[in-house]
């Protein structure tokens, strides 16, 4: 069972940087792209980014681009996401996505077939 587990996530103030992680138990996690989206209070959940199985390609939201970096350590089973610069905004539950990309890039929900729990980022004004 491919479960992503997230961590990461806590309470920081705009202009503050945190980063994401993402893992599972699951040796072949390297085989899979793995996404990155978030759901802010009262809202749908959105894509932010995500990275393929080499790391090579990563694709990324515009509201997200040039703030966050997606990358991957296939030799520790993680994929990170490195948020800079956090606004307000970007408060949301986060979730790691892992899935099989047959094209690229990938951004679709149901493009990823396994979900984590989600860990939670505020962001403070």
């Known amino acids: 069972q491919v479960q992503p587990v997230e961590s990461g996530g806590g309470l920081v103030q705009a202009g503050a940087s945190l980063r994401l992680s993402c893992t599972t138990s699951l040796r072949t996690f390297n085989t899979y792209a793995v996404g990155w989206f978030r759901q802010p209070p009262g809202k749908e959940r959105e894509f932010v980014a995500s990275?393929?199985?080499?790391?090579?390609?990563?694709y990324y939201a515009d509201s997200v681009k040039d703030r966050f970096t997606v990358s991957r350590d296939n030799h520790k089973n993680m994929v990170y996401l490195q948020m800079y610069s956090l606004k307000p905004e970007d408060t949301a539950v986060y979730f790691c996505?892992?899935?099989?990309?047959?094209?690229?890039?990938?951004?679709?929900?149901?493009?990823?077939?396994?979900w984590g729990q989600g860990t939670r980022v505020t962001v403070s004004s």
């Open positions: 996505a892992a899935g099989y990309a047959f094209q690229w890039p990938i951004s679709l929900l149901g493009e990823f077939a396994y």
């Open positions: 990275i393929d199985v080499s790391g090579d390609n990563t």
